[in-house]
């Protein structure tokens, strides 16, 4: 099963770019979430062949903005799945709460991720069963 052509549609966030002398501008305006905005973000790190993630959130909204590298994230919810493969920081993967998230780290990769809410260790679900 997969997630609805339309729910599809709205979690990716198209990012311009613009050449800026020899390199690359990529503006992002917190309202293109369009129905959040992050109160916090932080930075993912990590080599080829690793996962990171298996985990979902009872009420933070989530972003992920490719730096560099590949990676596939792997979404959960209500016993839909959807895979989504990003290869350039021109777009940003926007999730809902309540959605197992699964990275897989394809090259050695960055990923900015942004959230709807301050960290708390209670918001965590950790059983994918939940998500089924």
Known sequence: MTYSEEADQKSLVKISNYKVGNGLL???????????????????IDKAGSIRGQHGHKNCKQAFWLVNGRIRIILRQKGNILEKLL??????LSVREKTWVEIEFLDDSQVIVFASEPYDANDYLYKLEDFQ
């Open 26 to 44: 990529f503006p992002f305006e917190f309202q293109l979430l369009s129905d959040w905005i992050p109160c916090r973000s932080f930075l993912l």
């Open 87 to 92: 290869e350039t920081p021109e777009i940003i």
